[in-house]
T-cell receptor, first 114, second 114 residues
Framework: ETGVTQTPRHLVMGMTNKKSLKCEQH?????MYWYKQSAKKPLELMFVYSLEERVENNSVPSRFSPECPNSSHLFLHLHTLQPEDSALYLC?????????????FGDGTRLSIL | GESVGLHLPTLSVQEGDNSIINCAYSNSASDYFIWYKQESGKGPQFIID?????DKRQGQRVTVLLNKTVKHLSLQIAATQPGDSAVYFCAETLRDNYGQNFVFGPGTRLSVLP
């Protein structure tokens, strides 16, 4: 049990579909993150939320749209994705976004774009 | 830009031996470092961290060493076990106007031989 839960674990979608990834944490953390993990590349930060406010958008294409309705939940809305968007999408949370504390990761959503 | 890298992409060790995984970082202003372990099908799991005012920190069977002079970080695993087989990532933290961000290395795959 990681404390950070992501659903679904696997998702296959066409380029014209719209889907959403969900992340939930019950660690009492105030910061949440989306990362992309592709084969043979380091983890890429996508978005950072602190106290439900987006504090960083790391040059992510607009076909990825995050939403943070409260400090426990984070969504990543997907639409008109490209084949190169196939990857493992990881959610993480941390006590806050500005202190030396580790991030806690979920097990990710494996996304495949057809 | 800043980068965190690993000298060895793969490492094979005999069960019971000690493992050493190395990491080079480029930003001398980084003040916090973390090692993560990622098993197949799972998200990164926190192992141990170290702040820049320390040069060594020990956990259960693991030791992290920080050499700020040469910007080098290492993870030592004592009496390596089959369950230690995984990909290990180092991460350094950088601060910008938005807060603290983690920069991850590409990872080293550790294989434990019976």
């Amino acid at each position: 049990e990681t404390g950070v839960t992501q659903t679904p674990r696997h998702l296959v979608m066409g380029m014209t579909n719209k889907k959403s990834l969900k992340c939930e944490q019950h660690l009492g953390h105030n910061a949440m993150y989306w990362y992309k993990q592709s084969a043979k590349k380091p983890l890429e930060l996508m978005f950072v939320y602190s106290l439900e406010e987006r504090v960083e958008n790391n040059s992510v294409p607009s076909r990825f749209s995050p939403e943070c309705p409260n400090s426990s939940h984070l969504f990543l809305h997907l639409h008109t994705l490209q084949p190169e968007d196939s990857a493992l999408y990881l959610c993480a949370s941390a006590y806050d976004s500005n202190s030396n504390q580790p991030q806690h990761f979920g097990d990710g959503t494996r996304l495949s774009i057809l | 830009g800043e980068s965190v890298g690993l000298h060895l992409p793969t490492l094979s060790v005999q069960e019971g031996d000690n493992s050493i995984i190395n990491c080079a970082y480029s930003n001398s202003a980084s003040d916090y470092f973390i090692w993560y372990k990622q098993e197949s099908g799972k998200g990164p799991q926190f192992i141990i961290d170290i702040r820049s005012n320390m040069d060594k920190r020990q956990g259960q069977r693991v030791t992290v060493l920080l050499n700020k002079t040469v910007k080098h970080l290492s993870l030592q695993i004592a009496a390596t076990q089959p369950g230690d087989s995984a990909v290990y990532f180092c991460a350094e933290t950088l601060r910008d106007n938005y807060g603290q961000n983690f920069v991850f290395g590409p990872g080293t795959r550790l294989s434990v031989l019976p």
